[in-house]
């Protein structure tokens, strides 16, 4: 397989990479994050202007046309900077849903709102009690003239308190982890009955906790009872987003780990000259490069039609990705001593968001465990 970048692929990393350079350094960040909405409307307007914001949407909708592969190349590099930004939130979760679920009206209602940075979206999916099992739905949704009727509470709802439109799982028949009767509902997110409080997560990024009573609902992203499915594919492409960050943090955490030991000293020369250390060194670069192959498979897994094939490729996926964030975050901050463990200091922060990204859509452990109740990978004959 040829995995070189394409001409207009390598153009569009070097903008992002060249725009992230000049406007997204590390004490930029932090002046991001601690405005009034956690990040930046300058940097979310320069996103739209090269048009990151409608990248995976499709031209007659008034997107770009860009693949999963295009997106996840920009992910990469937004993990490189730790960006805060809703980009994820919006372009890979919400446009995945909007281009499988959407229909043709909602997409062309939506889709330039979205480009232009005038609209931001947001998956309200996980609820207390459903830890990662995405059918485990508490939040009804009931039939009301032409539209729905939401009544429930969603937590760590990613960029859920900036967001415009809210996409909420909400079950319209059945048991509460019945899998079958669950729907994706488009809701405003300042329509009445719509409670949103935010908060800052671990990692620096915007979460919120959503309370819905009454909240009105007009359009179902594909079939209001069967609507797992695709929200099974919305979160396999949002994965395949996330390992591709993840190698991005990963990067840069060994890159300032390796550049930290050639210059702190002790017993008089570089603690880089040890072999245990360099040894630590080079188990870190053996997990990134592992992770780097896997999310090249994830793009892959999760394209792949049949959807037990999908789930279990990119369960695959979560367990190598979240296993590598850990060793590589862990030794990292060990390397790095006591520095690292500072707010004035990056490597923290990369590690913060390694562990952010592992607990999203379920951790390393719990796609162990489901790929093993599944057969493994390949599956014996």
């Known amino acids: 397989m040829d995995f070189d970048l394409t001409e207009e ?29 956690g990040w930046s409307q300058e940097m979310w307007s320069s996103f739209a202007e090269l048009g990151l914001l ?51 009206a909602l997409r062309q209602e939506l889709v330039p709102q979205v480009a232009a940075g005038e609209a931001r979206l947001a998956l309200a999916q996980q609820e207390r009690q459903s830890r990662y099992d995405l059918f485990d739905v508490a939040t009804t949704a009931k039939k009301s003239g032409s539209g729905w009727v939401l009544n429930g509470n969603k937590g760590m709802v990613i960029h859920g308190d900036s967001a415009t439109h809210l996409i909420v799982s909400a079950r319209v028949a059945g048991g509460q982890r019945d899998k079958a009767g669950i729907g994706l509902f488009v809701v405003e997110a300042g329509a009445p009955g719509v409670t949103v409080r935010g908060f800052r997560t671990v990692d620096g990024q915007r979460a919120a906790e959503v ?19 695709l929200l099974e594919k919305v979160v396999a492409e949002s994965i395949a987003a996330l390992s591709f960050e993840a190698v991005g943090c990963m990067d840069v955490a060994h890159a300032m780990t390796l550049d930290y030991m050639k210059t ?37 897994a999760a394209e792949e039609s049949d959807a037990d094939e999908r789930r279990r490729g990119i369960a695959a996926v979560k367990v190598q990705i979240g296993r590598a964030s850990r060793l590589v975050g862990q030794q990292s901050i060990q390397l790095h001593g ?44």
């Not at 819905?212 to 594909?222: D, S, T, V």
């Not at 990134?288 to 793009?299: D, F, H, L, N």
Request: some cysteine.
């Open 264 to 300: 702190r000293e002790q017993f008089g020369r570089p603690i880089g000259s040890f072999q245990a250390l360099q040894h630590r060194a080079a188990d870190m670069l053996v997990a990134i490069e592992q992770s780097r192959s896997m999310s090249y498979y994830a793009v892959q």
């Open 211 to 229: 309370i819905l009573e009454n909240a009105p609902a007009q359009h179902a992203l594909g079939e209001a009872e069967n609507g797992l499915p």
């Open 9 to 37: 692929q390598s153009l569009l990393v070097d903008s992002v990479r060249k725009l992230l350079s000049d406007k997204y350094g590390f004490e930029q960040r932090k002046a991001y994050i601690a405005s009034e909405r």
């Open 338 to 381: 006591g520095i690292a463990m500072t707010m004035e200091y990056a490597c923290g922060h990369y590690f913060k968001r390694l562990t952010v990204n592992d607990g999203l859509f379920g951790n390393a452990d719990f796609h162990l465990r489901a790929l093993a109740d599944e057969g493994g990978l390949v599956k014996a004959a």
């Open 54 to 104: 409608g990248l995976p949407f499709a031209e007659e909708d008034g997107g770009f046309g860009a693949g999963l592969t295009d997106t996840c190349l920009i992910a990469e590099q937004f993990g490189r900077s730790l960006v805060v930004e809703p980009w994820f939130s919006t372009a890979v979760i919400g446009g995945s849903a909007l281009r499988h679920g959407g229909s043709a």
